[in-house]
């Protein structure tokens, strides 16, 4: 072969493996700037939606604890110390349930059902349920629901670990 093909096909095979690398490269950087998208737009959501149901556990807890002994004097105390506070809380519920591990919402489930029976307990109190036995009216009241605050405190340490910040430099690193 002669000098100048040879200096063609070299210069020729240098082109394209620059040209390679510069694609690999571009890529890469591709790849990395969607994992940072995803993490810089999703990740604060998830945080947040699951910070807001932490709150509204801490606050719907307290709220079903301390009504529990207490007397409930109309309709619109009992919707807004009771009843809206559990609602609040499913709906915090469902929004975070998305970011939530199978675990976790097992859990919260959980919880969730004995708290809509505390809020039944404490209605059933305020306005008794009428059951008609053998021709006789009896009231009724719905039991306090065992395990409330176990359940509390199993689903609060589920999600303290989800919040853990040991977990969040775990994920930052993930998408660095």
Same mark, same amino acid.
């Given at each position: 072969?002669?000098? *100048?093909?040879?200096? @063609?096909?070299?210069?020729?095979a ?9 694609q690999?490269?571009e %890529? ?9 998208w &995803?993490?810089? %737009?999703?990740?604060p ?5 699951i910070l807001?149901? %932490?709150?509204? $556990?801490?606050?719907?807890? @307290? ?13 619109d ?7 809206? *506070?559990? #609602?609040?809380?499913?709906?915090? &519920?469902?929004?975070?349930?998305? &970011? $939530? !591990?199978e @675990?976790v919402?097992? /859990?919260?489930? /959980? %919880?969730l059902?004995?708290a809509?029976?505390?809020g039944?307990?404490?209605? !059933?109190r305020f #306005?008794?349920? =009428?059951?008609?036995? =053998?021709g006789?009216?009896k009231?009724a009241v ?5 395990? $409330?605050?176990?359940? &509390? ?10 919040? #853990?910040p040991?977990?969040? =430099? ?7």
């Open positions: 072969m002669s000098d *100048p093909i040879a200096v @063609g096909i070299i210069s020729s240098s082109v394209l493996a620059g040209v390679a690398i510069t690999i490269f %890529y890469l950087k591709r790849r990395s700037d969607e994992k940072r &995803y993490a810089d %737009y999703f990740l959501k998830k945080f947040d939606a807001d149901f %932490y709150a509204q $556990l801490q606050t719907a807890h @307290g709220a079903l604890l301390v009504q529990r002994h207490r007397k409930i004097a109309d309709k105390e009992l919707e807004e110390k009771v009843i809206s *506070p559990v #609602n609040q809380l499913t709906h915090k &519920y469902h929004l975070a349930g998305a &970011y $939530l !591990s @675990g919402t097992k /859990e919260a489930d /959980e %919880y059902a004995l809509r029976q505390a039944a307990h404490i209605a !059933s #306005n008794p349920i =009428k059951i008609i036995d =053998k006789q009216e009231t719905i039991d306090w629901p065992e395990g $409330l605050d176990t359940q &509390y405190i199993a689903v609060r340490k589920k999600i303290v670990e989800v919040l #853990n040991e977990f969040l =430099k775990k994920v930052e690193k993930r998408w660095q």
